[in-house]
């Protein structure tokens, strides 16, 4: 089902309900781009974590798929409400102060996703709106600190009226009214006037006016500093480009509760995720580090400078998560099962015997979905929980009444897979990772007229294998011949004997590097607010919304007559 702009309040609360009462979620996005050309073979996971983080803060998360799936409380039968929420970040009416996102895309990535029948004018136009908990903090208090210092009201107009007129001639004389706009200043500040002055008006339409004039009207009647008034832009009818001014009478309480309002509004799809954060069920995902990370950069905060403290914050925000490509590629009876751990690789395999072919009746179908495929992010997220559901039954014990907590599947909590890397096969939030020793590979500087060719030829009696290139002129090898690079001395006579070519182990490489490329340990900085001050904090941000993780009670497979 998709969820836009306008459908989105009406369908919140069965979304939090299908969220809080499910067994499981999984979950799909779909972005503006990758971004991440720089990775690596040889990435150390602090790198490979770095070039994420930097990455998704330049691209958008445009479609976030969700599907909550229940297990039948009388048989063995699975049913799932899916959820496909169009992401934008639209600009809500009324939220001056919060400035529009920049953001990047990749041709391939549009292309890519116009080719599996994207909706990109429903994105624009439709689209959710949404802002990190940092960014809705900095809204409400910019909308607190705005009206701070005024205390007007339409039932006590006397104040703001006498200030109105002892400034309107002070008004007109100021440097931010040009000497030819001062008479229509003058004739807006009386007409203002008489408005307040009539207990009979509570709205005044100011004739249609240009751009500039409307500003310079806003400027005005800020500078009077009241709260009892309200002024909004509109257009003179639906498609004309002619804008006039609405002034409104309005109250302390009804400008609070319009605030809020626009706050709400504002946070728009973030109210999702929190829900995702509180409910602590098992989150599902195929390759799910990418993203897990837009999740917590676009809805929670930015992702720290650490890995340390990155691999906290998702252990806290999200304790039980599973990769089902990581299950694929590294469980011995599931590896033997797939050739190929694409997403559709996998589900057409699981169709199969030896899988069960479990399939989960989707409840909120819609017309619309029976278009949907692959890469759409909500089918994509079905497709991926169907894949789970098949290897839970095909992996676990029958007479396992708490499934999740069999040691088939807490040996891939909190792991995420990892690809494009030479060794380092998945990311552990719940443990310390050292990083590997790569014994076998070397640090080679060679002309920029190299090509691979030249450099195997180079180190041939190694069996040279796989490249990282770093630059033009410089790349990390790994050397196959495990026995001869036991032998380090052997391989840098090498470069004794070329006159253009330097040579050195990978340890010697990686401890010439500058202290800015080795990221260092340590508590992320942040900003917070408390009352009027920005207080700047060394907690991880995660700390300051959620509390220590309880253990989900999962009904799933409870019952041992649900296996004969």
Not at 127 to 139: Q, R, T
Not at 158 to 186: A, G, W, Y
Not at 379 to 404: A, R, V
């Amino acid at each position: 089902m998709d969820v836009v702009r306008s459908n989105f309040v009406e369908l919140l609360p069965k979304i939090r309900n299908d969220i809080k009462t499910c067994d499981f979620i999984a979950i799909d996005t779909e972005l503006s781009g990758l971004g991440q050309n720089g990775n690596s073979f040889f990435d150390t996971l602090e790198e490979r974590y770095l070039k994420i983080k930097n990455s998704i803060s330049q691209y958008l998360l445009i479609q976030y798929g969700l599907s909550c799936f229940t297990k039948s409380s009388t048989d063995n039968s699975y049913s799932c409400a899916s959820y496909n929420f169009y992401i934008f970040p639209y600009k809500v009416p009324g939220a001056n102060n919060y400035k529009d996102k920049s953001f990047l895309c990749q041709p391939s990535a549009l292309t890519f996703l116009s080719g599996h029948n994207f909706d990109f004018n429903k994105w624009i136009r439709e689209g959710i709106s949404y802002m990190n908990l940092e960014e809705e903090a900095h809204l409400t208090e910019t909308l607190k600190n705005k009206n701070v210092s005024v205390n007007t009201t339409i039932n006590d107009l006397d104040s703001t009226v006498r200030s109105l007129n002892e400034s309107s001639s002070q008004l007109v004389n100021t440097n931010h009214v040009p000497d030819d706009q001062k008479d229509f200043i003058e004739n807006f500040m009386s007409g203002l006037n008489d408005f307040f002055n009539d207990s009979t008006r509570t709205k005044w339409n100011v004739d249609p006016c240009s751009p500039y004039r409307r500003k310079l009207i806003f400027q005005s009647v800020a500078s009077l500093n009241m709260s009892g008034l309200k002024l909004t832009s509109c257009q003179v009818t639906e498609n004309s480009s002619e804008r006039f001014i609405s002034i409104e009478k309005v109250s302390a309480e009804q400008k609070a509760k319009e605030e809020a309002q626009l706050i709400d509004e504002a946070v728009g799809f973030t109210k999702v995720v929190q829900e995702l954060i509180d409910c602590k069920k098992p989150i599902v995902g195929h390759n799910l580090l990418l993203d897990m990370a837009h999740t917590v950069h676009h809805f929670i905060g930015p992702l720290p400078d650490t890995l340390v403290d990155f691999k906290e914050m998702l252990s806290e925000l999200c304790p039980y998560t599973y990769d089902t490509k990581l299950m694929a590629k590294f469980d011995s009876k599931l590896d033997s099962q797939f050739q190929n751990t694409a997403l559709n690789d996998l589900y057409n395999v699981i169709q199969k015997a030896p899988f069960s072919n479990i399939k989960a009746k989707i409840i909120n179908r819609s017309d619309s979905d029976e278009k949907t495929s692959f890469h759409n992010a909500s089918y994509d997220s079905y497709i991926t929980g169907l894949i789970f559901l098949n290897m839970l039954h095909y992996l676990s014990p029958k007479n396992q009444k708490s499934i999740l907590d069999s040691s088939e599947f807490t040996k891939f909590r909190g792991k995420y897979n990892l690809t494009f890397s030479f060794d380092l096969a998945y990311l552990d939030i719940n443990k310390d990772q050292k990083n590997q020793e790569r014994s076998n590979v070397f640090h080679l500087t060679f002309p920029p007229t190299w090509t691979r060719s030249e450099i195997y030829d180079l180190l041939s009696p190694f069996k040279p294998g796989q490249i990282g290139w770093i630059d033009s002129t410089s790349a990390l090898i790994a050397l196959n011949d495990v026995n001869g690079v036991k032998d380090i001395d052997r391989v840098l006579t090498i470069q004794k004997n070329s006159s253009v070519c330097t040579i050195k182990s990978y340890r010697a490489f990686m401890d010439e590097k500058s202290p800015s490329q080795v990221p260092n340990s340590g508590k992320r900085k942040s900003n917070h607010f408390d009352g009027d001050k920005v207080v700047e904090t060394s907690t991880p941000i995660v700390k300051k919304f959620k509390p220590t993780p309880v253990k989900p009670e999962i009904k799933m497979f409870a019952q041992e007559s649900d296996w004969s």
